[in-house]
């Protein structure tokens, strides 16, 4: 069957080995799923699958089933990364694969964040299908054993968290787990590192949810279960982990070679902490070498002043305003009984886009 996701255009370090490419270069090629439009549930589809190593390939092969679920999780990480960094310099435009996936390969704080979102995307894309039904080989989570307060009792059905995390991590792991010299190593330990912190993040947000019983909502019962936050939830959360990462170096310690942050004392890499080895571009100009694509016409805001205020967006180069037509209803009358009509009304409002 001919897939309609496009090849990546490999970026030079990659062009010294074809195997490198797929092997290495690869390590979040999966994302490219989110691209796939026909239904996979032929296992002969598995191997002309783009972007997956081998043992991805195995997977999909032996559990065909959860193939659709991890092609939904690739699309929550691009919506949910594009949505939580719409009012930064850099907005997660790299993950429109293949155009800018070299910066995603680099070890910057921003490989950081797409990896700790992607473990955490699959994880809980899995989980929740899982409570729905959708998946043959996991059914609801288990029942806690700790005891709820009075006129509170577990019942509804838990999002299966350990198997999200399990066949989660076996796959978007897996390109990492190749065991191959050379000297990637220490970008192979940033990338695991950082999916650990995603997955630690998604652990932070099983939280209690309960619904309410009883005559006419009097809630005199409650049902509670272990439920997953949404992951925008847990990608804000990760958004702060990714403005205040650590950088990191490659360096001994003890028997191996190990990461550690490189300026502050010597210690070791917390387990709540992203971590980057190279430092990003300003993203104010476009350099694609680098993955970035400038803020030239992105929209910004001139009563902010936060990182979307045009001094900061704009990178001090200025803004043009233009005008915009709003529309919107309005003049709405209640009428007896039961019915509103309105008016549509047109209002223009003033917006900035950077010079
Ligand atoms: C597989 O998917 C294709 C495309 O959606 C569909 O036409 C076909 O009926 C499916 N086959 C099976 C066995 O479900
Ligand atoms: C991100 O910024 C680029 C460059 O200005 C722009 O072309 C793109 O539409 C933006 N993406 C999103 C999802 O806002
Ligand atoms: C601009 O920023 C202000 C202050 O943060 C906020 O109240 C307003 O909604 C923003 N406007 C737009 C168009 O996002």
């Excluded at 899982?130 to 029942?143: E, F, M, V």
């Excluded at 054993?145 to 076996?170: F, I, T, V």
């Excluded at 990492?176 to 630690?200: C, D, Y």
């Excluded at 947000?205 to 925008?232: E, F, M, N, P, Y």
Aim: a positive charge; glycine letters at 6%; hydrophobic letters at 30%.
């Amino acid at each position: 069957m001919k897939s309609r996701v496009p090849a990546f255009p490999s970026f030079p370090l990659c062009v010294v080995t074809l195997l490198f490419v797929l092997q290495h270069c690869g390590a979040i090629r999966w994302l490219a799923l989110s691209q796939i439009n026909e239904h996979i549930n032929k296992t002969q589809q598995c191997k002309t699958i783009p972007g997956l190593v081998s043992s991805q390939a195995q997977l999909c092969r032996t559990n065909l089933e959860i193939m659709h679920v991890i092609v939904q999780a690739a699309r929550e990480v691009k919506k949910t990364c594009q949505k939580t960094f719409a009012d930064m310099r850099w907005n997660c435009s790299s993950i429109e694969a293949p155009k800018y996936l070299p910066d995603l390969e680099r070890g910057t704080r921003e490989s950081a964040l797409v990896y700790a979102l992607s473990a955490a995307a699959i994880s809980h894309t899995i989980a929740r299908a899982c409570t729905s039904g959708d998946l043959r080989l996991c059914a609801c989570g288990p029942i806690p054993g700790d005891a709820l307060e009075p006129g509170h009792r577990w019942g509804g059905c838990a999002d299966n968290l350990q198997y999200g995390l399990m066949m989660g991590s076996k796959f978007s792991d897996a390109p990492m787990k190749i065991k191959k010299k050379s000297g990637t190593h220490a970008n192979k330990l940033m990338h695991l590192h950082n999916s650990e912190v995603g997955r630690q993040a998604l652990k932070d947000a099983l939280v209690v949810k309960c619904k309410c019983h009883g005559v006419s909502g009097s809630c005199s019962i409650r049902t509670c279960w272990r439920g997953l936050q949404d992951l925008k939830e847990i990608a804000q959360d990760l958004k702060s982990k990714y403005l205040s990462a650590t950088k990191v170096v490659h360096r001994p310690m003890g028997t191996r070679k190990q990461l550690v942050p490189k300026d502050i004392d010597v210690r070791p890499v917390r387990e709540n902490e992203l971590v980057y080895l190279q430092s990003s571009p300003d993203f104010c100009t476009r350099n694609e070498k680098l993955g970035s694509v400038g803020t030239q016409d992105r929209q910004c805001n001139k009563t902010s002043s936060g990182s979307d205020s045009c001094d900061l967006m704009c990178c001090g180069r200025g803004y043009n305003p233009y005008t915009d037509r709003i529309v919107e209803r309005c003049h709405c009358k209640y009428h007896w009984c039961c019915y509103v009509t309105c008016k549509k009304c047109e209002r223009t409002v003033e917006r900035y886009v950077c010079k």
